[in-house]
């Protein structure tokens, strides 16, 4: 456990570093956060907090204000010095979970190479084909993270730090109840995904076999959602780091030894997966209890407390419509895709990449906004929602311009180095213009996302993503109809923007909340 922990403290270094930096006023004074001194802001739960002086608490809360400074409202403007301290606050927890999202591809890259150099083509067919079945299953529980990470923030700013380990054990109970369900269910499951496809008899056989097996880590898998959402929502970015290198690092090495070392082909890339998913499960929750003691000990009356169970199940069913919303569009656009020929497909494929890339890149700010502006809106503190949502925004703004900039300058080489084929290569590039806008684009709903996370308004981003899927499905048609492949990427692109649009209708109203 120690050395876990030195782990963490040794990627939550630069960081730490950069908050003390950023938190002093031209004076030399610190500034308070959530009226404790920023010395001690960074030391987890367990850290020695400092109170403001009696007669010192300021009207918002505290947050982001002095401790002798001027009399403030929470909608007074934010001062320069303050921003600044704002900015490294928010890079500093970025950075950790983009390191964290690098890593993620790598994973991938990794379980195609082991298998991409075997005799028979079919096992890495079924290693694709499984990843895609499970990259399906394990995302549609995506909630489990995103209800955690905005729960757990909000507790934190309430300084309930008992709901904050209750949170913790209600999704790990949850975790474990639908990880067991998947395993019970395996083989319906297993054999109705692959019955949609039209692969031939071997490819179906050796991906069953990839399933039956990988489903044993569900579990875990599920559990590791769990466990980052509390990580992130205790803004220990680099815990969280530490716990997904942890997952990603056993898995490609066992990766290797398994399939080249052992011979064990599809079956040793399935089995590798569910090792890791234990193993980082195991150092999850050990992170977990160095930044939170006792992380169990809940009474079992809070644990089970139906109002906040109610609760938890409407929030979780409305997350788990929006990701299903969100999966249907990417479906529907590969779908349309099909339609215009296999080098048009190919070329869409290749240029999904380069959204995804930005995503990884992108995530870290909107997971930044989820917690800071979680955490401030749990402690009704609206000034400091409104610092941490310009800060976060501002630099994921910046950040997108230079993907932008990326793109405009390399997107042929980028091209280039995905395929050799050449009619694959001139579609694309003809269709770059749209992913040299997309970042720009794509960042508000982005942002959007994470702070309606952060404040687990689930509803609005409920039905935010139905009115944004609907749109995007009406104007497609004639889009496509029109102009092509296109038309398809400027319906796409409409759906990004539609997605910030009707999350942005409601943004005012959660502002007030948040300082009421």
Not at 118 to 136: K, Q, R, S, T
Not at 164 to 185: E, S
Not at 214 to 233: D, E, F, K, M, Q
Request: glycine letters at 10%.
């Amino acid at each position: 456990m120690r050395r876990f922990i030195g782990a963490q403290r040794f990627c939550e270094r630069f960081t730490e570093d950069w908050r003390a930096d950023g938190a002093r006023r031209p004076d030399g004074r610190r500034p308070i956060v959530n009226n404790f001194d920023v010395t001690s802001s960074h030391q987890g739960l367990r850290g020695t907090a400092r109170p403001l002086p009696a007669g010192s608490h300021l009207p918002d809360g505290g947050g982001g204000d002095y401790a002798a400074g001027p009399s403030v409202t929470p909608d007074s403007p934010v001062p320069r010095y303050e921003s600044q301290h704002w900015n490294r606050r928010v890079a500093g927890l970025a950075g950790p979970i983009i390191l964290s999202n690098l890593s993620v591809p790598l994973v991938g890259a990794v379980d195609t190479a082991v298998v991409g150099h075997l005799e028979d083509p079919v096992y890495l067919g079924a290693v694709a084909l499984g990843a895609v079945i499970f990259g399906f299953v394990f995302w549609s529980f995506g909630f489990l993270r995103m209800s955690t990470s905005g729960l757990t923030a909000q507790a934190l700013g309430r300084d309930d730090t008992t709901e904050v380990r209750a949170i913790l054990c209600r999704a790990l109970l949850i975790a474990a109840a639908c990880g067991l369900l998947l395993i019970l269910l395996q083989w319906p499951l297993g054999r109705g995904a692959l019955a949609l496809t039209e692969a031939r008899a071997t490819l179906l056989e050796e991906t069953f076999i990839y399933f039956q097996i990988r489903v044993w880590g569900a579990p875990a898998t599920l559990a590791n959602y769990a466990v980052l959402g509390c990580l992130i929502g205790l803004q220990r970015t680099g815990a969280a780091l530490v716990h997904q290198l942890t997952l990603n690092v056993t898995n490609m090495v066992l990766d290797v030894w398994f399939v080249h070392g052992l011979h064990m082909h599809t079956a040793g890339v399935a089995g590798a997966s569910v090792i890791a998913e234990f193993v980082a499960a195991g150092a999850g929750l050990m992170l977990v209890a160095g930044q939170l003691p006792h992380p169990f000990g809940v009474p079992a009356a809070r644990l089970l407390e139906r109002t906040r169970l109610r609760e938890l199940l409407i929030m979780n069913v409305n997350i788990a419509l929006r990701t299903l919303c969100l999966t249907a569009a990417f479906f529907y656009f590969t779908a349309l895709g099909t339609r215009m020929g296999d080098e048009t497909l190919a070329a869409n494929a290749v240029l999904l990449h380069f959204q995804h890339f930005l995503a990884y890149g992108l995530d870290g700010f909107a997971h930044a906004a989820e917690t800071l502006a979680g955490n401030a809106y749990g402690g009704k503190r609206g000034r400091e929602f409104r610092a941490a949502v310009s800060a976060s925004t501002r630099l994921a703004v910046l950040v997108a311009s230079g993907y932008t900039l990326a793109y405009a300058l390399a997107g042929p080489l980028l091209v280039d180095l995905m395929t050799d084929i050449e009619a694959v290569r001139r579609i694309a590039y003809a269709h770059l213009p749209w992913l040299i806008a997309a970042p720009l684009l794509s960042v508000w709903s982005f942002q959007l996302d994470g702070i309606f996370i952060g404040t687990t308004r689930t509803r609005e981003m409920r039905n935010a993503m139905l009115w944004s899927l609907g749109g995007f499905i009406v104007c497609s048609l004639p889009l496509v109809h029109y102009f092509g492949n296109h038309g398809l990427w400027g319906a796409m692109m409409l759906f990004m923007c539609l997605r910030a649009l009707t999350l942005g209708y409601h943004y005012p109203a959660l502002r007030r909340a948040a300082a009421a």
